[in-house]
């Protein structure tokens, strides 16, 4: 497992093998709040950097998931669907919401490093 990279749109990414797991951030799941919805992506769909791939509604408001890189979402958590709360509480661990095949490693260039990351939300 590598370092974990961040988007401007608060995803966490980690890969592994050419495969990304993606989540929101733990500082995106705090200014969502109580998080009871989760719409996730289909599995099979082919994704370019920056489509919005699904949503996630907490009790103050509902907010877009976009994909941070490219590729082919190969697998969805569908715990979520049942237990949307788990974003809030791990969530950037059991709480991520999708796997992507990469198509281009070199569009993680584009990403944050963690510290990177701490200074936009500051």
Do not use: C
Request: proline share 3%.
């Amino acid at each position: 497992m590598t370092e974990k990279k961040y988007s401007k749109d608060h995803e966490w990414i980690s890969i592994e093998n050419e495969i990304a797991t993606i989540g929101i951030t733990d500082h995106a799941q705090e200014s969502l709040g109580d998080i009871v919805f989760i719409e996730l992506p289909k599995v099979g769909r082919l994704i370019n950097a920056g489509d919005q791939v699904g949503v996630v509604e907490s009790v103050k408001a509902a907010s877009d998931l976009y994909a941070p890189i490219s590729g082919e979402i190969i697998e969805v958590n569908n715990e979520l669907t049942n237990s949307p709360q788990l974003i809030n509480s791990d969530p950037e661990n059991s709480g991520w919401y999708m796997k992507i095949k990469l198509n281009d490693v070199e569009e993680l260039k584009k990403l944050m490093n963690y510290d990177e990351y701490k200074e936009t939300i500051k």
